[in-house]
């Protein structure tokens, strides 16, 4: 068992940026893959970013491609995802993800889920 906790979340203008935390606890010596995912009001969660265990591959969505940077410091047990020239768009309750797969945009990949922490980005 995996626990995950986000915090960072928070609201921030158009253009600026925030860095999201995912603190893993529990089931420790495992090997997992990290994901971000969003949901925004009225719409389904979507992938945003995901790293593998080694952090030596990562993924996108093409949404935040080359503004959102996901990270791992394993020495830590934590994840990150920077978000910088945030977007209106980008509002969103954000949720981080582990999973003993191989890494992906599937939330079908992934084992556990945290709270989630929002993020809110005003024009």
């Known amino acids: 068992q995996v626990q995950l906790v986000e915090s960072g979340g928070g609201l921030v203008q158009a253009g600026g940026s925030l860095r999201l935390s995912c603190a893993a606890s529990?089931?420790?010596?495992?090997?997992?893959?990290m994901g971000w995912f969003r949901q925004a009001p009225g719409k389904e969660r979507e992938f945003v970013a995901a790293?593998?265990?080694?952090?030596?591959?990562?993924y996108y969505a093409d949404s935040v491609k080359g503004r959102f940077t996901i990270s791992r410091d394993n020495a830590k047990n934590t994840g990150y995802l920077q978000m910088n020239s945030l977007k209106p768009e980008d509002t969103a309750v954000y949720y981080c993800?582990?999973?003993?797969?191989?890494?992906?945009?599937?939330?079908?990949?992934?084992?556990?889920w945290g709270q989630g922490t929002q993020v809110t980005v005003s024009s």
């Open positions: 790293i593998n265990w080694r952090g030596t591959n990562t």
């Open positions: 529990g089931r420790s010596g495992s090997s997992y893959a």
């Open positions: 993800a582990a999973g003993y797969g191989v890494v992906g945009q599937e939330e079908e990949r992934y084992d556990y």
